[in-house]
């Protein structure tokens, strides 16, 4: 009988860290999309010497351009960690918007600035968080980070 309960307790243990490990893979790999979407604009704007318009619809977990929607997956959702301090460069207050841009609308202009703002992005369990940064600059920069008590920049 101990042994079965010890078998038991060992393939829940190994299914829970595997559903952890999971939900942060899926949440990278939202991030990590949506971070070459914009990229993406980025360079179309400039290529076609004409602005491109990523929009956010915090709604229904989604976005969108050239008429194509991209949606989150189930276990992602834009928002953010309780008590988490942003942004990422330089936290120094607590984070009320998942997404910072205006109109929750990120513009890529044709000389390849791209407006500047932050998404906030986390796994429906509220366990990891990535954020998505655009600076302005004479040709502006993409940046992910991910939140783990501190920020850290990957990209």
């Known amino acids: 009988m101990s042994v079965t309960v010890a078998l038991f307790a060992l393939v829940v243990s190994l299914v829970v860290a595997n559903v952890s490990f999971f939900n942060g893979f899926l949440v990278k790999t939202e991030v990590d999309r949506l971070c070459n979407v914009i990229r993406y604009l980025q360079r179309c704007a400039m290529v076609e010497n004409k602005n491109h318009v990523l929009v956010f619809d915090e709604k229904n977990q989604s976005y969108s351009f050239d008429s194509r929607t991209y ?60 954020a998505i940064s655009c600076a302005v600059a004479k040709v502006s920069y993409v940046r992910i980070y991910k939140f783990n008590k501190k920020w850290t920049l990957l990209s």
């Open 71 to 130: 949606k989150l997956s189930k276990q992602v959702t834009f928002g953010f960690l309780s008590g988490a301090k942003g942004p990422p460069s330089k936290p120094s207050k607590a984070i009320d918007k998942s997404i910072t841009f205006k109109d929750a609308k990120i513009i890529c202009y044709s000389d390849g600035i791209i407006q500047s703002g932050m998404v906030y992005i986390t796994d429906a369990a509220k366990k990891n968080m990535y």
